[in-house]
């Protein structure tokens, strides 16, 4: 009993090791266009959005197709950092993570 708890405590750290290097993992992704720029954490904590360009000038279609691909660049990215991350913590290979 008291090796399950011992197993248990040492995951939650390690867990807890692992949030805390996916919060110090910072990247950027930037729209084919080059218009937006999307800077986020591992956690997936979007850190900053960066527009490129006069707004006057874009169609609200555009931005928004440019916004919503570089968001789900990121978070994919975010997802893959994550699983690489806990692959290497835990030993194990977990589906939907990679």
Do not use: C, Y
């Not at 006057?56 to 279609?61: L, Q, T, V, W």
């Amino acid at each position: 009993m008291f090796d399950k708890m011992k197993s248990l405590w040492d995951m939650q750290k390690k867990m807890q090791e692992l949030k805390r290097e996916l919060d110090g993992v910072i990247f950027e992704v930037e729209s084919r266009d080059k218009t937006v720029k999307v800077e986020m954490n591992g956690s997936q904590e979007i850190r900053g959005v960066k527009i490129q360009g006069n707004l006057a000038d874009m169609k609200n279609s555009v931005l928004e197709a440019a916004l919503k691909d570089t968001l789900t660049q990121a978070l994919k990215r975010s997802h893959d950092i994550a699983a690489d991350k806990m692959k290497s913590v835990t030993g194990l290979n977990i589906p939907g993570l990679t």
